[in-house]
């Protein structure tokens, strides 16, 4: 399998990042009062079924992290329409701002869960319109459905036709779907031991995304193809041999 073009394309930063996401939504669920910080589909669910019951205050636990995933999403987006890119990528400024949200969020207590779950569910709607490339192909990294979807058609599209660039998709698919799953695994581990402080794993790994991204694999693919482009132009200069 080739090397992605772009660092935040890559297999490496899209496995720290759904481990992160898996972690996120394991800490709001079970140490946060069984809100979701990245299934929105489940939250909004769960706001109808509480409004429904009459349960307004119960209804806003749900539809407030809602609110605030959609404006993390915006949030990221005027990153990218804003940055100037002088010294950090915007994807970079992005990490930033969700590892100081979730540090906010290790410090508040458990009477105030409805902020700490929307603070979450912000920085997982910024990780998710910043990261949504692997290999160039789409994916999320703070849910499932999407990447399973994608999966399966290609080990399908792989069944049919033997292409092995679509098993080479299904398994970046599924393999990112595994490091969602290991995350909120040991995301139920480091609750038990850490309790509301779980959460700064997050940041941690995030912290070494922001790092891993300061390798910039389009600079050293433009430097090797300008390389090889000159020693192409020395090769045709030479004299011919009598």
């Not at 319109?129 to 999966?151: D, E």
């Amino acid at each position: 399998m080739k090397r992605a073009k772009q660092t935040s394309e890559s297999i490496e930063l899209a496995a720290i990042l759904a481990f992160s996401g898996g972690l996120m939504d394991a800490y709001s669920y079970l140490a946060r009062g069984k809100v979701f910080a990245n299934a929105q589909t489940g939250n909004i669910l769960l706001f109808g079924v509480n409004l429904a019951d009459g349960d307004v205050n119960r209804a806003l636990h749900y539809a407030v992290p809602v609110v605030a995933f959609a404006v993390g999403i915006a949030l990221a987006h005027s990153l990218k329409i804003f940055s100037k890119e002088r010294h950090l990528h915007w994807r970079q400024t992005a990490l930033i701002v969700e590892v100081v949200l979730l540090v906010v969020v290790s410090f508040i207590p458990d009477d105030f869960n409805l902020i700490a779950n929307s603070l979450t569910s912000l920085g997982c709607g910024i990780q998710v319109q910043a990261f949504r490339k692997l290999h160039g192909n789409g994916f999320a990294t703070t849910m499932c459905i999407g990447n399973l979807r994608s999966g399966t058609q290609k080990l399908v599209d792989y069944l049919h036709e033997r292409d092995r660039g679509y098993l080479e998709g299904c398994l970046l698919y599924y393999g990112v779907i595994t490091c969602f799953a290991i995350g909120a695994i040991a995301g139920s581990r480091v609750i038990g031991a850490l309790g509301l402080k779980a959460i700064l794993v997050s940041p941690a790994l995030l912290l070494v995304a922001f790092f891993v991204m300061f390798h910039d694999r389009e600079k050293r693919a433009r430097e090797r193809a300008a390389a090889a482009a000159a020693a192409e132009r020395g090769k045709t200069s030479l004299p011919a041999s009598k």
